[in-house]
């Protein structure tokens, strides 16, 4: 284990090297009240023993190797930097300059940064949307069928397929016969999975990508496991992707002094999963609490929508007449933090050991909600943002997001072609994306639903256009 390694090799070596708080002895007092002298003296460099996550010896190579094998991966790699980081270095070893990238609209930015860098040209496919519910739902075999003639009749070029699973909201689709349909059209497949790597851990829950049978999937250590915030880690399976291209990646991203304790923080997370019965069995208290929440919120007024992960619950907003962003800083005012405020709902994160009371204490904010005035309670319908099922961009991100740009006012933008992502955070799912033109629809939902937005980024009153 790579906890032990480091110990082992504080115990044994003298200090005379990087990082220069020379193992915690030299950290601002502030700090060093805080970290116990025992884990700052493991904040260790790239020391032999060691090694890094691009090297092939050493703990962190064993570590890796341990983890991969549990999943039954062929390789994997640890990192420092989120998803994000992980995400971009596998587009950037997955696909050349120019290479095409099939994605969903659901998209985290990550994935557009990656390809404004890697000059990867994405074509983006639709998501089934919930009016109902004011959310996406993940693609469904006939969907992506569909998708995929789409492709071949626009006679469109794709070397890799993006799946976003489980969607931020909880939903899972089904990955099996996902990446099969994939394989059958020679394409290789990777799978953000940044909030399903606990999907292994219960039997009851989705299948995860691995086991699906994915090709490249991206696990966010702290998202979806009980990992330190930055960790996550990069599986590679099968020969659709070239290993060694992945690591010159990898190479082109990555800190060249990666944090031995997050790297530590990142094989303990991985493993959680198969630590069994205790992962099974706190999942399954998850889901019971899942349960029980739903059940006294939906009693208490509240429309709690489909779930397929116990960890995160999110509150259908329309029919009370407020957007989840009013509702968050409603609940913010009562010290309720939630992780997910959108138009339509807002999603908590509950977490594998939710406080004790915390439905309790969230059920007395939610109390003193009050209703609008002039509000009916009843369901409403929220429409998607009208995309076409399959969208190239007029050009590719990178040379809008590089060009010459200048900023207009929404309205004005109709025709042109857009220089910059819009994309509220959270989620950090854009809503209009680089490289795209501008359509009549899209600007007056944008125009109808920015009020919507406004609380998150007001930058939705204008746009930066190319030149
Ligand atoms: C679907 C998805 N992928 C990737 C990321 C990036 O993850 P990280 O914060 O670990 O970089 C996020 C972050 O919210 C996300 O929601």
Known sequence: MLLNALQQTAASTLPLHLPAHGRGTGLPPGLAALITPQLARLDLPELPSLGGPLLCRGAVAEAQQAIAQLWGSRSCWFGVNGSTGLLQAALLGALGPGQGLLCPRNLHRSVL???????????????????????????????????????????CTVNLVLLVNPTYQGLSAPLTPLVQLCHDHGLAVLVDEAHGSHFRGHDALPRDALAAGADLVVHSAHKSL?????????????????????????????????????????????????????AAGLLSRAMDRWNQWQQELTHGGWLVSPSDDP????????????????????LLAFGVAGELPEPAGLTFYMGLQTPGRALHQLQQALAQLPWPQGHRQGSQVMPPLPTPLLARSAVPPR??????SRRLPLQQ???????????????????????????????????????????????????????
């Not at 009016?131 to 006679?155: I, N």
């Not at 960890?311 to 409603?330: A, F, I, K, N, P």
């Not at 490289?435 to 746009?463: F, K, N, P």
Request: hydrophobic share 40%; aromatic share 8%; proline share 7%.
């Open 226 to 278: 009980p990992g330190l915030t930055q960790t996550a880690v990069l599986h590679c399976c099968g020969e659709r992707v070239c290993k060694d291209e992945l690591e010159q990646g990898l190479l082109l991203l990555q800190t060249s002094s990666p944090s031995s304790l997050l790297l530590a923080a990142t094989e303990l997370a991985a493993a959680w999963p198969h630590q069994q019965p205790l």
């Open 413 to 467: 933008a109709v025709g042109h072609v857009v220089a910059e992502a819009i994309t509220p955070y959270p989620p950090g799912i854009p809503l209009l994306l680089p490289g795209e033109r501008l359509d009549e629809a899209r600007c007056t939902w944008l125009l109808r639903y920015s009020h919507l937005w406004q609380q998150l980024d007001d930058a939705l009153d204008t746009v930066k256009v190319l030149a």
């Open 113 to 155: 940064h990656g390809a404004v860098l890697a000059g990867i040209e994405p074509i983006y496919y639709n998501l089934p949307f919930a009016e109902d519910w004011g959310m996406h739902r993940p693609v469904d075999v006939t969907w992506f069928h569909q998708v995929l003639e789409t492709l071949g009749s626009q006679d």
């Open 311 to 330: 960890l995160r619950l999110r509150l259908c907003t329309m029919g009370r007449g407020h957007s989840g962003l009013e509702l968050d800083d409603h």
């Open 399 to 404: 040379t809008a997001w590089f060009g010459p």
